[in-house]
């Protein structure tokens, strides 16, 4: 077989070179590693069978909380001492939000790493790897300001089914506790047309699914002066005209989630009631310490109309205790609302202060053992609630999306994102659309019979 090389490449040097991109963190960092692979593959790079085959090896990284960033240097230090001792002639990229906040850190840890980058210059990474790939050169290469716009396209997804795609960059909320506006820059908005383009490429290539990504979806077009969240909506319903796909988003702030999103999903064929509204805090003295912008009466309203109007909706959130300042009073007012909100899904950390976040001057003042307590009360909190909505699932009937065969098992998701697992054999295959009788099972999982 011949192949086929971009102008300006040499057969031993770049034709034949593989790439591996490993993404730490949240979706929006796993979109634009698709989005790095799609940009490497435009280059003439071959994505590898796996990472071992690699010959350039992309760590995105991730800075949220310490730990789990910790935790990546300590990953992407030996890993690199072990890929070049396997393959010397290996490049090690490191890349993203601990690359930007990180650098002199990097920088001190790993003479390994052959290419340092932030997020700032995302669009230009591909080429500062072509170029030490080429000449065999080591690059640090960041950029201080954030690009003004956002007009990211193509993407090499990792599912033939479900896409992600990115509708803002950045973020403009500045939440005390979070380093994601300084790691991502202010926010910016893909514009109408781009969002248009991709989102009827990807329903013509016959995905399922495609989830609109942003750290604060309700507030797109707020930069652009022109369109706003939910005019985007309404045009997805137009665009999609009678294609059977299911429109999913990701993430609403409380703040800026308005009542008019629910009636226009509500009325949607194409729109999930599934929200993620992530709550972190249910005392309003901690909701304003963090800077959020809403208090749990306004929260709790928010919730109560998306039950009132749409009931199979689920609703997931994402809570941090142990933040300065939370007593164990503010604390039993986290599980007060989590009580009355009755999340469905809940992502729970405990709080980790981030140098350069207005938090970070205040003392962290409750002990990590307490932190630790208050976690595991919180996740038996929520575990309890939704054990005890499981019976209310019985018989009810679904439509799912198959997505998954793992062992054998065959499971899949519906509008509200609930997972059903398949039990019994059937000729389904991953990918079609079915409806299920639903049953509560064994292990908290919820088991679905084909409906005949
Ligand atoms: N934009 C989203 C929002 O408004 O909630 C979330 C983005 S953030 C990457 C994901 C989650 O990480 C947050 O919702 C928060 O619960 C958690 N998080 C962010 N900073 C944190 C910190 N310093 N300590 C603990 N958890 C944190
Ligand atoms: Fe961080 Fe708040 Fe922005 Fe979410 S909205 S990314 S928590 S600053």
């Known amino acids: 077989m011949e192949i086929k090389r971009k ?49 350039i090896f992309v760590f995105n990284t991730c800075a949220v909380r310490e730990h789990a960033a910790e935790r990546a240097m300590n990953i992407i230090v030996k890993f690199a001492q072990e890929k070049k001792e396997k393959n010397p002639d290996s490049i090690i990229v490191v890349c993203g939000c601990l690359g930007q906040l990180e650098r002199e850190k990097l920088l001190g840890k790993d003479e390994k790493i052959d290419v340092l980058a932030g997020t700032h210059n995302w669009g230009k990474i591909p080429f500062l790897i072509k170029k030490a790939w080429q000449e065999k050169v080591k690059i640090v290469d960041f950029q201080e300001e954030a690009p003004s716009l956002y007009e990211e396209r193509g993407y090499c997804h990792s599912s033939k089914i479900s896409a992600y795609l990115p509708i803002t960059f950045g973020c403009d909320n ?60 309404l045009d997805i319903e137009e665009w999609l005209g009678n294609k059977k796909i299911w429109v999913r988003f990701l993430t609403s702030h409380p703040r800026d989630f308005r009542e008019k999103i629910v009636r226009i999903v509500k009325d949607s064929r194409v729109l999930c009631p599934y929200f993620h509204l992530p709550l972190q805090a249910g005392s309003n003295k901690i909701l304003q310490l963090m800077k959020r912008g809403y208090t749990r009466e306004d929260y709790l309203n928010k919730v109560n109309l998306i039950r009132q109007s749409i009931p199979s909706a689920r609703i997931g959130t994402d809570i941090i205790v142990g933040f300065p300042g939370e007593t164990d009073s503010d604390f039993q007012e986290t599980l007060d609302v989590v009580r009355e909100a009755q999340f469905d899904v809940a992502y729970t950390y405990v709080y980790s202060p981030r140098p350069g976040t207005a938090a970070y001057l205040l ?46 098992l065959l499971s899949g998701r519906g509008a509200n994102n609930l997972r059903v697992y398949l039990r019994e054999p059937c000729s389904i295959e991953v990918g079609e659309w079915i409806e299920v009788v639903l049953t509560p099972g064994e292990g908290n999982k919820v088991y679905g019979s084909v409906k005949k």
């Open 174 to 233: 500045f939440c005390s506790y979070c380093v994601v506006p300084y790691t991502t820059g202010k926010e910016r908005s893909k514009p109408r047309e781009i969002i248009k383009e991709e989102l009827m490429n990807l329903a013509e290539e016959g995905f399922r699914e495609v989830t609109l990504l942003g750290q604060n979806v309700n507030s797109y077009g707020r930069d652009r002066k022109e369109e706003a969240f939910e005019e985007l909506l």
């Open 7 to 55: 102008p300006g490449f040499t057969a031993r040097e770049v034709a034949l070179a593989t790439f591996w991109v490993e993404t730490f963190g949240c979706q929006m960092n796993k979109s634009r590693s698709e989005h790095l692979a799609y940009q490497l593959q435009e280059l003439g790079f071959y994505l590898a069978e796996g990472p071992e085959e690699a010959d």
């Open 363 to 408: 003392e962290d003042d409750v002990p990590l053992p307490e932190k630790k307590e208050r976690l595991h009360v919180l996740n038996d909190t929520l575990r309890n609630i939704y054990r005890e909505k499981l019976p209310s699932l019985q018989g009810k009937v679904m439509e799912i999306l198959v997505d998954r065969k793992e062992g054998g």
